[in-house]
């Protein structure tokens, strides 16, 4: 949610901050902060509204300190305003501090701190925070047990603190130090040549380092000019290992495209490939992974399947849910992460159980891993981000391999996920009674995606000519059935997020029980159209809503003969193997969604009310 960063080095700390917020803010975007050392005191710029507002001011104050903290806000306690934006400053003067998170019993900790005479500026936990830090340091130093005392007062203040953060402080009295922690909520330290570099994302430090730390929760690192050190809440000493980012700067940056958005949903094709290049068995009939953990024949005693995620993650679970039932022949529950941890479902011994989640840190999904590892469950992970907190907390997963997604609304991630979840189907198919010859034919379907891709993305202006057509719409429904039914909930997902439009997804012959009532000439319905078994009864629902004045827009494949006059719009795929409809069906509901947001005008990387990786509940 929000984007953290600090600097520890030799540079003028406040430019390079100001740099790596530009490249965190889709992290959280409602306002952004700067604090560095200088001159015995801390100096600070915060301000609500975008980066760049704050970037102006902080330009104005000339900072010269070279340590230095940043931070970009999505508001969870108190309005968005400057004095709740971050970094906060202690009412002593001392500390600095910037914090990811939710500080649950910040009420409690701010009564006593009101009787010890510490003040408040803003309505935030954050601040709480900050001036408990500070009421340890004041003990601390009446303490004097010798150890650092930055480093101590911090951990004294975490020991009595509930909810989840990720922190990072600077103290006047400490110049060229930081101390940071995190528990539930990501921090890398990144270092650098002479030089650490703080941040929540990977993406805020590669322009400066490759060479990166993942924190893990309960730890606590303690920055200096000269080195770094890793306790534990209980301070115990880690042995710190250093990993390499493997993708560059060039993944994180626009490269010509007008929006991440868009560049994201065009570099598809060479996505899809990534994620499955070294993933088939040699004789082609069957999918391989490598850091599963789990041997065919401990598959083989797998008899269901639980899969846990959350928003657009979640419907490529009821993806995968389908093409497992379909291929493998095996029971698949999908539930919301968020549900799943408080919902007491049963499960079988012999579930496999895994989540999805493009970032790996959000919360919820994390919370549920948790939940079904407590449970004794084996838990095995679908993520993009490599070091993220599900992927080192699973007992094995897949890596999704499409670098970093910086557009808030996800699109590559999405369609490597059905890539994915096609692939476990084929594997756990194979396992069981899908033969040969068909998987051989499966693997050349999946190998056949990126072209079919490339083929739809060569149609884009055509889809943007239908956008521009519908763009006034206030209301939109998405129909799909079996396997295309998640791709409708994806589609009107992706509409409202990033066009403001209200849309939802249905699976198409349930639009006569309820939904219908929406329809009027100024409610388009997006109908995914596939040839096949079921195709006359979409038709029959397109009939439905065109007696009843409802434009009409046809995703449909090639080769299916939709009756004259029935669509208004029709948006051509191309007709492929069952398990890659879903992935190719998504591209053209992405492309409409974009170009609709663009035609509105809207802020497409960076929408209304939203952030990129939920860490808070
Ligand atoms: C929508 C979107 C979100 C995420 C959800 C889960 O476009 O991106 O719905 O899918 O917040 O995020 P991850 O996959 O990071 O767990």
């Known amino acids: 949610m929000c984007g953290i960063v600090g600097y520890v080095g030799q540079q003028k700390a406040a430019s390079i901050i100001v740099e790596a917020l530009r490249r965190l803010e889709y992290r959280g975007y409602d306002s952004a902060g700067v604090a560095v050392l200088q001159d015995g005191g801390i100096a600070f710029a915060k301000k609500a509204g975008r980066v760049e507002v704050m970037a102006k001011v902080a330009a104005q104050r000339h900072f010269t300190g070279t340590t230095g903290i940043g931070h970009t806000r999505w508001a969870t306690h108190g309005g968005v305003t400057d004095a709740n934006a971050h970094p906060h400053i202690s009412s002593d003067g001392k500390f600095a501090l910037i914090h990811n998170g939710v ?18 500026l803003s309505e935030t936990d954050t601040e709480v925070l900050c001036n408990l830090v500070a009421y340890h340091y004041a003990k601390e130093i009446a303490d004097n047990n010798g150890h650092n005392r930055l480093l101590e007062s911090v951990r004294k203040a975490l020991r009595h603190v509930e909810g989840t953060y990720g922190i990072a402080v600077l103290c006047v009295d ?8 995190r528990k539930a909520s990501p921090l890398i330290l990144g270092v650098g040549d002479g030089e650490y570099l703080l941040a929540s994302d990977a993406s805020a430090l590669i322009s400066r380092t490759r060479n990166v730390v ?8 303690h920055v200096t000019t000269a080195n770094f050190s890793i306790i534990t809440l209980d301070q115990a000493d880690v042995s710190p290992v250093v990993d390499r980012i493997t993708w560059s700067i060039a993944d994180a940056e626009l490269n010509g495209y007008g929006t991440f958005m868009e560049k994201e949903i065009f570099e598809q094709p060479q996505a899809l490939e990534n994620t499955m290049r070294g993933r088939f068995a040699e004789d082609g009939s069957t999918a391989q992974f490598g850091g599963l953990n789990l041997s065919a024949a401990e598959f083989r005693q797998v008899d269901r399947l639980a899969f846990c995620a959350c928003g657009t993650a979640w419907h490529a679970c009821l993806v995968a849910e389908h093409l497992i039932e379909r291929f493998a022949r095996l029971p698949v529950e999908v539930d919301y992460a968020s549900e799943f941890r408080y919902r007491n479902s049963p499960l079988d011994r012999r579930t496999l159980f895994f989540v999805m989640s493009q970032s790996g840190e959000t919360i919820d999904t994390l919370g549920a891993l948790r939940e079904a590892k407590r449970t004794g469950y084996r838990v095995l992970a679908i993520n993009n981000v490599v070091g993220s907190s599900i992927a080192r907390e699973a007992d094995g997963g897949i890596y999704q391999h499409v670098g970093p997604e910086i557009g808030v609304a ?3 991630a999405f369609t490597s996920q059905l890539l994915l979840g096609a692939m476990v189907a084929l594997y756990l198919g194979r396992l069981r009674d899908m033969s040969f010859n068909d998987g051989v034919q499966y693997v050349e379907a999946l190998k056949g995606v990126p072209d079919l891709v ?15 057509r519908y763009a006034k719409a206030t209301d939109f429904l998405f129909l799909g059935r079996l396997s295309l039914f998640p791709i409708a909930l994806e589609g009107a997902l992706k509409l409202k997020e990033i066009s403001y439009i209200h849309a939802e997804g249905y699976p198409a012959a349930e639009i006569k029980h309820g939904p219908i009532a929406l329809i009027t000439d100024k409610c388009p319905s997006v109908f995914l159209v596939p040839k096949g078994e079921i195709f006359n009864k979409i038709v029959s629902s397109m009939q439905e809503i065109k007696a009843r004045k409802g434009p009409v827009i046809a995703i449909a494949t090639e080769g299916s003969e939709l ?6 719009e029709v948006i051509r795929i191309p007709d492929c193997h069952e398990a890659v409809l879903p992935i190719v069906a998504s591209i053209p509901v992405q492309l409409l969604s974009y170009y609709i947001a663009l035609e509105r005008g809207c802020d497409v990387d960076k929408p209304r009310n939203l952030a990129k990786s939920v860490t808070v509940e």
């Open 174 to 181: 400490f110049p060229g130090e930081m101390v940071a922690a």
């Open 410 to 412: 996800s699109t590559k």
């Open 214 to 221: 993942y924190l893990k929760d309960g730890e606590l690192v």
């Open 103 to 120: 500080i649950e019993n910040y009420s409690q900790i701010k009564k006593f701190l009101l009787t010890k005479g510490y003040t408040f």
């Open 563 to 568: 009756p004259p006059g029935l669509a208004d």
């Open 454 to 468: 490339r083929q739809i993305l060569k149609g884009a202006p055509h889809i943007q000519a239908v956008a521009k």
